[in-house]
């Protein structure tokens, strides 16, 4: 089974910007659904991005300065976050079709 590792998260200032990975341990070749979600401290996990071979979706609260992308050579899924807010702040996960999620990675924006 493919298992999924988050990097990439931490502390940045309100403004800033992170970048995300998700490096699956197997091929991530044709799969055509993959996501991030985040959970913030005391909420339940919300869906971030979205990928499809049909386009990509994204929450409103995101729009505009979050970008999610792939690298099949790599066997990575990214998330670029820009303008960070304090809201941001949250665990970030990455899933793939099967219920296959990562452990998660910590954002922290502080204003």
């Known amino acids: 089974q493919v298992r999924l590792v988050e990097s990439g998260g931490g502390l940045v200032q309100a403004g800033g910007s992170l970048r995300l990975s998700c490096t699956a341990s197997?091929?991530?070749?044709?799969?055509?659904?993959m996501s991030w979600y985040r959970q913030p401290p005391g909420q339940q996990r919300e869906l971030v991005a979205r990928m499809t071979e049909g386009g990509t979706k994204y929450a409103d609260s995101v729009k505009g300065r979050f970008s999610i992308s792939r690298d099949n050579a790599k066997n990575t899924m990214y998330l670029q976050m820009n303008s960070l807010k304090p809201e941001d702040t949250a665990v970030y996960y990455c899933?793939?079709?099967?219920?296959?999620w990562g452990q998660g990675t910590q954002v922290t924006v502080s204003a």
């Open positions: 197997g091929s991530i070749f044709g799969i055509n659904f």
């Open positions: 899933i793939i079709p099967g219920g296959i």
